[in-house]
């Protein structure tokens, strides 16, 4: 069977292969020792292109990718949608980061860490070279302990050396990329309390084991769930930008497309990907441009007062909800290639962008979503907007 | 019946034979069987299929994630000094079969992560500081024994296994015959997923699955898979409708196999929504598949089962929501809430570690310990050295170092509304109770409390809303309810009973809400007879009281009676009256309860 004895990956970093690739243009050049070969999963991800319907999943996740500091996209519904499929199939569109070769911290270059040995030549080694990889997409499983997931003790050093070395785990690995959590309403409420503080204020403080360490950790966080397992805890659900909600077709056409183009993929999946490269490449340059050009995106007055009507008409508390709308209609504005919002950004947007931040009224049979687009409808018509 | 008996052999060992063929690109398969010498020879006959070096573990619910997943080995690593991985039951099933017994047990993250590592093809290991992820490709039978409703495999996992099999009707008798008689002799071929399969198959197939009210696509993918399996086993290079038929069969059973059970009774509750016109054909049509069915003894052709697809899509469609909130509540647990039963906090899943012992007793966690023991061993060492005392081998722990595995226990309550559904107002208080469960449920959410409706009228009583934490689900269960008639409230009162020491069985805190005037008329054998009815009701009351069932009693009459204050007080339940019960106050009162329980 499987030899088991490899052990171990130096902490996050190797990780980061196993989840940023593969890229299918072949060009992340970093991937070279045996060890790494081992740990990568061997199987090739579903292209982003080939999941046939789900637009509103599709576009949330495309629309975080060009803005991060959204704050992520949730994904509930039906099993068997496709929605891990697409958050996997998310990486090999995401755009490159700036780091150091074997950084485990993902530093930006010009401003590392100050816990980062490696950045910092702490190591005793050379400052490594700079490289340019795919922002990591990491998953945190459900059954991950807390020491991996804001990073603990290295126990191989306290062994060997009685060194107390911080090893850094998935909230280090994450950073500047995206969090992956499947399941996530079945996330043990002592993991999901790690993850809030982290997730607003984007520094893990790691106090334990006689160690006390701290180090940026932004990321993007993507939740994916089936309802049905029961409900998220609204502390959590703020932290999400954006969120959708996505069924299973219902036409037999689009479902026969849907099990065709899986059943290809699973007959080759290189071949498979390969036939979406194209697609899959020109969806890559174009967040890459719409992250270019999302600074200069202008806002006009008539977007700002529909948002921010709509956000009072629905009684969103904060200004949580307005930002995001706002910035979440620049990002669909760059990756249309306009130069300013439309109210159409707000119309598309709104639901993703604010229902699930509205008091829940259990008693209000339509759900919160048809809420947002009833308030939506009697702003647009109503004198909301001149 | 013997020879539905043979007939379901036979088809559990074909399935047993698709799936040593198909292996983990079909998932795996459920099999709902008591234990017992059938499910033993049907297990044999699967292991005889698999070649000899393919693992075979079986394991049960209450095994820790963590084993699922694996994590550090304490012993190596000690010995070789260096963090050593002790691989996970998981990936120890690399190439092999995972056999789930009691798997309708399953906790909500134990299924969701088998699921994971199915779907991934391996497991994250992200435990006591390693990280890897762990290729493995296991095959899943789900041993089922539920025996209950509310027993059921978590739809994580049925979801993922394709093969269905149902061997209840399974004597003895049947299965001395071990050979498989729906397949030739032909060996499997390794390229069954090239088997041919015309476009009109592929678009029958997919409405049948549609019209069954299958939303999940993983059906649709099995349903293609186990067709050409089938066909690869028949030594036929393409699928014919034979095997077409088979393949659903195999795969949505339930809806297939007894149209006649499970239609009808929805179709009864929704004479008023359905056009008249549209029942005689209906049921002519549905009446000729089944006698084919039961004349022929042999499984129906794909014709057959495409034409009650079509019945039971126009029953769908007439029904809208409904018969899908009838199908769910055949399957209530979307969560596994069964479990382990945990009274006390000295048992339960682990949250974190602590250093003091949080209970005088409580578990080491030796990983912890180490984690804390191995940056002083330097400083020890030197420090005994200095002291002139022996130094040791290895490891010098102190108990500073201890650190306890902190547990927590389920201490999860289930509030169960009892309903009067009754007469003229019944719809009025159902309306309320229905309310009153959904707020119940939103306020609930970080005390991950459950909620469960149970509605008496008529002559007997119903499960309306499963226990569910979901608000999703109780909105779907909830949606159409129905009120009128006698008031049976000893009926009402047993099945909450039922459900109460169901729920404490799960290790969950039941809580009975008694919503009624005091009135009743029907006896527990359905007679109307006032006198009667009330002294059920007393006696029933007391078994609750002997039971140590938790309950409120909420008096909803306008002019309160003696019978209701009487009732309570032999529930030994806290008697409130509210007269006008709305769906706030009955919530607030419930959620008063629980905190102060």
Same mark, same amino acid.
Request: glycine content about 8%.
């Given at each position: ?12 970093h190797k ?12 060009n ?8 790494d070969?081992?740990?990568v999963?061997m ?8 999941i046939?319907?789900q637009?509103?999943m599709?576009e949330?996740?495309i629309?975080?990718a060009?803005?991060p500091s959204?704050?992520?996209?949730l994904?509930?519904?039906?099993r068997?949608?496709? *929605?891990?499929?697409?958050v ?18 993902n530093?930006p270059?010009?401003?590392?860490a100050a ?8 190591d005793?080694?050379?400052?490594p070279a ?5 922002a990591?997409v990491?998953d945190l499983?459900?059954g ?18 009685g060194e ?5 785990g998935?909230?280090?690995t994450?950073?500047r990329?995206?969090l992956?959590?499947?399941e996530?309403n079945? %996330?043990?409420?002592h993991?999901?309390d790690l993850?809030?503080?982290?997730a607003a @204020? ?6 334990r084991?006689?160690?006390?360490v701290?180090?940026p950790?932004r ?10 397992e ?5 502390q959590?659900?703020d932290r999400?930008g954006?969120s959708v909600?996505v069924a299973?077709?219902?036409s037999?056409?689009?479902?026969m497309?849907?099990v ?5 993929f699973?007959?080759d999946?290189d071949?498979f990907a390969r036939r979406?490269?194209?697609q ?20 006009p ?9 709509l ?6 508390d904060?200004?949580?909800?307005e %930002?995001?709308?706002?910035r ?7 990756l249309?290639?306009?130069t ?6 707000i119309?598309?947007l ?13 008693l209000?049979e339509a ?7 009833r ?10 907007v001149? | ?5 043979s007939?379901s052999w036979?088809?559990a060992l074909l399935?047993?034979?698709?799936l040593a ?5 079909i ?5 709902r069987?008591?234990?017992g ?6 297990l044999d +006959?699967? *292991?005889e299929?698999?070649?000899p070096?393919a ?10 994630v ?15 000094g ?6 996970g039951?998981?990936?120890?099933c690399d190439?092999?079969?995972l056999?789930?017994?009691?798997a309708?047990r ?6 969701a ?5 199915m779907d991934?093809?391996?497991v ?5 500081g ?14 089922d ?8 495999l978590p739809a ?6 394709a093969l269905?099999?149902?061997?209840s009707a399974?004597?003895?008798?049947d299965i001395?015959?071990?050979?498989c008689?729906l397949l ?5 071929i390794a390229?069954w997923p090239?088997t041919k ?7 029958a197939l997919? @409405?049948?699955?549609?019209a069954f009210g ?6 649709s993918?099995?349903v293609?898979?186990?067709?050409r ?7 036929s ?11 659903l ?15 009808k009774p929805?179709?009864a509750?929704?004479d ?5 016109d549209d029942l005689?054909p209906?049921d002519?049509d549905r009446?000729?598949a089944d006698t084919?069915?039961r004349?022929s003894?042999e ?16 029953v ?7 018969r ?5 509540m ?7 809430k069964s479990?382990i ?12 570690i ?14 912890a310990?180490?984690r804390?023991?191995a940056p002083w ?9 200095e ?10 722990l102190?108990?500073s170092?201890?650190?306890y ?8 309550t289930?509030?169960?509304?009892c309903?009067?559904a009754?007469?003229s107002?019944a ?11 959904e ?5 609930c +959410?970080?005390?991950?409390d ?5 509605g008496?009228r ?5 499960v309306m809303?499963p226990?569910t934490r979901?608000?999703v689900?109780a ?7 129905v009120?009128g ?9 047993v099945?909450a ?6 729920t404490?069985r799960?290790g969950?805190k039941?809580?009975?809400v008694m ?12 007679t109307a ?7 059920d ?8 009281r002997a039971r140590?069932?938790?309950a409120i009693v909420?008096?909803?009459a ?7 204050k ?9 008697y +409130? ?9 009955v919530?607030?009162l419930v ?7």
């Amino acid at each position: 069977m499987r030899d088991t004895d490899f052990l171990k990956p130096n902490g996050g970093h190797k990780r980061r292969h196993a989840q940023g690739q593969p890229s299918p243009s072949g060009n992340d050049d970093d991937r070279s020792s045996a060890v790494d070969e081992l740990l990568v999963p061997m199987t090739t991800a579903f292209p982003f292109s080939a999941i046939v319907g789900q637009d509103s999943m599709k576009e949330a996740l495309i629309i975080s990718a060009v803005e991060p500091s959204l704050g992520g996209v949730l994904v509930m519904g039906d099993r068997g949608t496709g *929605k891990s499929t697409a958050v996997r199939a998310l990486a090999a569109l995401l755009p490159k980061i700036q780091t150091r070769r074997s950084c485990q911290y993902n530093c930006p270059p010009d401003q590392p860490a100050a816990i980062c040995q490696t950045c910092n030549g702490l190591d005793g080694n050379p400052v490594p070279a700079i490289v340019a990889q795919r922002a990591p997409v990491v998953d945190l499983p459900l059954g991950a302990t807390e020491d991996r997931v804001v990073g603990a003790l290295d126990l191989e050093k306290a062994l060997l050396s009685g060194e107390k070395a911080f090893e850094p785990g998935l909230l280090a690995t994450a950073h500047r990329g995206f969090l992956y959590v499947d399941e996530i309403n079945l %996330l043990e409420d002592h993991l999901v309390d790690l993850l809030l503080d982290v997730a607003a @204020s984007g520094v893990n403080i790691v106090e334990r084991e006689g160690l006390s360490v701290r180090h940026p950790a932004r990321f993007t966080l993507v939740g994916s769930g089936n309802p049905e397992e029961g409900e998220l805890r609204p502390q959590l659900l703020d932290r999400f930008g954006l969120s959708v909600d996505v069924a299973s077709p219902n036409s037999v056409d689009e479902r026969m497309e849907v099990v065709r183009r899986r059943d290809a993929f699973e007959m080759d999946p290189d071949d498979f990907a390969r036939r979406w490269r194209a697609q899959d490449g020109r969806l890559r340059s174009r967040i890459n441009k719409a992250r270019q050009t999302i600074s200069s995106i202008e806002v006009p007055e008539e977007t700002l007062r529909l948002a921010s009507t709509l956000c009072v008409r629905l009684g969103v508390d904060g200004l949580r909800g307005e %930002l995001t709308l706002v910035r979440a209609a620049r990002a669909r504005a760059a990756l249309d290639g306009r130069t300013h919002t439309d109210i159409d950004d707000i119309e598309a947007l709104a639901v993703a962008a604010l229902a699930h931040r509205l008091r829940r009224d259990p008693l209000d049979e339509a759900g919160s979503q048809a809420r947002v687009t009833r308030a939506l409808k009697e702003t647009l018509a109503g004198d909301g907007v001149d | 019946m013997t020879d539905e008996g043979s007939v379901s052999w036979q088809k559990a060992l074909l399935a047993a034979r698709i799936l040593a063929a198909g292996r983990s690109a079909i998932g795996g398969l459920h099999l709902r069987a008591r234990a017992g010498p059938v499910r033993d020879a049907w297990l044999d +006959y699967l *292991k005889e299929h698999l070649p000899p070096a393919a693992a075979w573990r079986r394991i049960t619910p209450n095994v820790p994630v963590g084993r699922l997943i694996g994590g550090l080995d304490l012993a190596k690593t000690l010995e070789m000094g260096k963090p050593r991985l002790e691989p996970g039951l998981l990936s120890a099933c690399d190439g092999g079969v995972l056999v789930l017994s009691m798997a309708e047990r399953s906790a909500g993250n134990f299924a969701a992560t088998i699921g994971a590592a199915m779907d991934e093809g391996g497991v994250r290991v992200e435990r006591n500081g390693l990280s890897l992820f762990q290729p493995t490709c296991f095959t899943l039978v789900c041993l089922d024994e539920g025996a209950d409703e509310d027993e059921q495999l978590p739809a994580a996992l049925s979801d993922r296994v394709a093969l269905s099999v149902d061997l209840s009707a399974v004597s003895c008798s049947d299965i001395e015959d071990m050979h498989c008689s729906l397949l030739g002799e032909a060996a499997p071929i390794a390229d069954w997923p090239t088997t041919k399969m015309s476009a009109e198959m592929e678009n029958a197939l997919e @409405s049948a699955v549609v019209a069954f009210g299958e939303r999940s696509l993983r059906t649709s993918i099995a349903v293609r898979r186990v067709s050409r399996l089938i066909a690869a086993l028949n030594g036929s290079d393409s699928v014919t409708d034979e095997h077409a038929a088979l393949a659903l069969q195999l795969v949505c059973p339930m809806m297939v196999v007894a149209p006649s059970e499970e239609e009808k009774p929805v179709e009864a509750g929704a004479d008023q929504p359905q056009p008249q016109d549209d029942l005689p054909p209906d049921d002519s049509d549905r009446s000729e598949a089944d006698t084919t069915e039961r004349e022929s003894g042999e499984v129906p052709s794909l014709n057959d089962i495409l034409v009650a697809a079509k019945a039971s899509a126009a029953v769908d469609l007439s029904l809208g929501d409904s018969r899908r909130a009838a199908m769910n509540m055949r399957n209530p647990r979307g969560s596994g809430k069964s479990g382990i039963q945990i009274k006390s906090g000295h048992r339960g899943r682990p949250v974190g570690i602590s250093s003091t012992p949080p209970w005088p007793g409580a578990r080491l966690n030796v990983p912890a310990t180490l984690r804390a023991a191995a940056p002083w061993q330097k400083a020890r060492q030197r420090q005994r050295r200095e002291a002139g005392r022996p130094t040791r081998a290895r490891l010098d722990l102190r108990q500073s170092d201890f650190r306890y595995q902190r547990l927590l226990g389920r201490t999860e309550t289930t509030a169960i509304l009892c309903v009067d559904a009754s007469g003229s107002t019944a719809l009025e208080r159902l309306g309320e109770a229905k309310g009153a469960a959904e707020l119940l449920l939103a306020e609930c +959410y970080v005390r991950r409390d459950s909620v469960a409706v149970v509605g008496f009228r008529g002559t007997g009583s119903d499960v309306m809303l499963p226990p569910t934490r979901s608000l999703v689900r109780a909105k779907k269960c909830l949606a159409s309810l129905v009120g009128g008639g006698g008031t049976p409230l000893a009926a009402g009162m047993v099945q909450a009973l039922h459900l109460a020491v169901t729920t404490a069985r799960h290790g969950q805190k039941p809580l009975v809400v008694m919503m009624t005037d005091g009135s009743t008329n029907i006896a527990l054998d359905g007679t109307a007879n006032r006198s009667r009815a009330l002294s059920d009701a007393q006696q029933v009351a007391g078994e609750f009281r002997a039971r140590g069932i938790a309950a409120i009693v909420v008096d909803i009459a306008f002019r309160t009676r003696d019978t209701t204050k009487s009732i309570a007080a032999s529930m030994d339940a806290d008697y +409130y009256a509210l007269p006008r019960a709305d769906a706030h106050a009955v919530s607030s009162l419930v959620v008063s309860h629980l905190r102060a329980s």
